[in-house]
């Protein structure tokens, strides 16, 4: 993969309800418009794929949300192929959707698969019931292990399982806990994340009324680190800052963004990028899921921003998200000649390693990668 990689990304933002912690872009509604959605994204697409001519078929399809798993069968479908009839999609292409435990039924795989989908993406944050009811989930943990035997049981046996750590009720032992059962589940992929606090969300007011919603820093600091062996010791090798795969199972979307690949975004609120020679260009839909339906429909998609990315903002997101791997970012002579000098005083700091060909934070950069990312960047 990397810079001649494609990958499509849809938008789904309907959800039963809005989790407290949540910053996505969602909408409940107790009526969905299932089919004017689907009629936007694929009319989104028509306009948009001239962006993308002459690009080999996408490697990934992901449908991210919301909840694209509340989304009837057969209108992922019709998705996947619009897209394939319109961009191509590659034969061995990665096809995902976002779903919660709750949604889950032994009808869902089957489904799923009959129209093309081969990989599963499951929230299921916590297997402690008592925490999953602080964060305002609707499942429980043995809902969630249901879920993915459902889904084994149905024939889609690519699940990653998503884990949030770090709320103030946590303590190590849970924190370790949620990985060893989410390890015992088999799962091909593991992404972990740590809780943050958003100011818009629930949590944020709570937090600006004096609530104390997370772990302290310096133990935040010692769980994720725990966390990430207790993924390696399962069997999923830590790739990236939030995520662990099976070996070969890395997944293909998120790498995309992260070796400066190019994505089609649609869908409301939806992000696209695409290659502009040396620069880039980046832009938003806008996101109300109305206005954005609306806007699609009549041919014409509602941007909410587009940037213009030159040559050194596009070196410059190479570093930022290139050194969120594990195995760091690629070095060639452009990068070097901007950045070089610098990466060379923080790997004399113990900070960088892996020079000259390859630059990759060590555990101790790890640990402060914003900062060690903006003296790279700045300097």
Request: aromatic share 6%; charged share 25%; proline share 5%.
């Amino acid at each position: 993969m990397g810079e001649s990689s494609l990958g499509v990304y849809v938008h789904y933002p309907y959800c039963a309800r809005h989790c407290p912690y949540c910053d996505f872009n969602v909408a409940v509604a107790r009526a969905i418009p299932h089919d004017d959605y689907r009629d936007a994204v694929i009319a989104e697409l028509r306009v948009r794929a001239p962006d993308f001519a002459g690009r080999p078929p996408a490697v990934s399809l992901y449908f991210g949300g919301g909840t694209p798993g509340l989304w009837p069968a057969g209108h992922i479908g019709a998705v996947i192929d619009a897209v394939d009839a319109t961009l191509g999609l590659a034969a061995d292409a990665e096809v995902t959707v976002e779903a919660n435990p709750e949604d889950v039924t032994p009808a869902t795989a089957p489904a799923l698969r009959a129209v093309g989908v081969n990989r599963i993406s499951l929230g299921v944050q916590s297997f402690d019931d008592a925490l999953l009811r602080r964060l305002g989930r609707m499942h429980t943990g043995d809902g969630a292990r249901r879920a993915v035997d459902a889904l084994r049981a149905g024939g889609l046996e690519d699940v990653n399982l998503d884990l949030m750590h770090g709320e103030a009720g946590q303590t190590l032992a849970g924190a370790l806990a949620d990985v060893h059962a989410a390890v015992a589940l088999a799962p091909t992929h593991v992404s972990t994340y740590q809780l943050t606090i958003e100011p818009q969300t629930a949590f944020g007011a709570r937090a600006r009324r004096g609530e104390a919603l997370l772990v302290e820093d310096d133990q935040l600091s010692v769980m994720y680190g725990a966390v990430r062996a207790a993924l390696r010791g399962g069997g999923l090798e830590p790739y990236e800052i939030s995520n662990a795969a099976r070996p070969g199972r890395e997944a293909r979307h998120n790498t995309l963004y992260w070796t400066d690949g190019e994505y089609l975004g649609l869908g409301a609120g939806a992000h696209g990028y695409v290659h502009r020679g040396a620069g880039a260009e980046r832009w938003s839909n806008a996101r109300a899921a109305k206005r954005y339906m609306a806007a699609a429909l009549s041919g014409r998609p509602a941007e909410a921003s587009r940037e213009a990315i030159d040559a050194e903002g596009r070196l410059e997101d190479r570093v930022l998200c290139g050194l969120r791997l594990d195995r760091g970012l690629a070095v060639d002579p452009t990068l070097d000649a901007r950045f070089g000098p610098t990466a060379r005083r923080l790997a004399d700091q113990g900070l960088l390693a892996g020079l000259p060909d390859r630059w990759r934070a060590t555990d101790r950069g790890r640990a402060i990668l914003d900062r060690v990312i903006l003296e790279l960047v700045t300097g």
